[in-house]
């Protein structure tokens, strides 16, 4: 048995999505050792795609259980 009602029913305005969608999908699962430097990888994969993009775009990104960063 279905209790409430579907929100979509009470939106009136639905975002029209850009033409261009850029996913990145991340995983950093230690901030030491071998990885120590995935973080500012990925801070620069963002920077360079914020930098070098001029058309329209939506951006994604999936974190795939990433450790949580205590340093920076």
């Not at 995935?38 to 070098?52: F, G, H, P, T």
Request: glycine share 4%.
């Amino acid at each position: 048995m279905r209790l409430g009602q579907n929100p979509a029913k009470f939106v009136d305005h639905v975002h029209k999505p850009q033409p261009i969608t850029v996913a990145v999908l991340t995983y950093v699962p230690f901030l030491s050792g071998y990885f120590a430097t995935y973080l500012d990888v990925v801070k620069a994969c963002l920077r360079s795609i914020w930098e070098n993009t001029d058309l329209p775009y939506e951006l994604l990104v999936f974190d795939n259980g990433s450790c949580q960063d205590r340093k920076r």
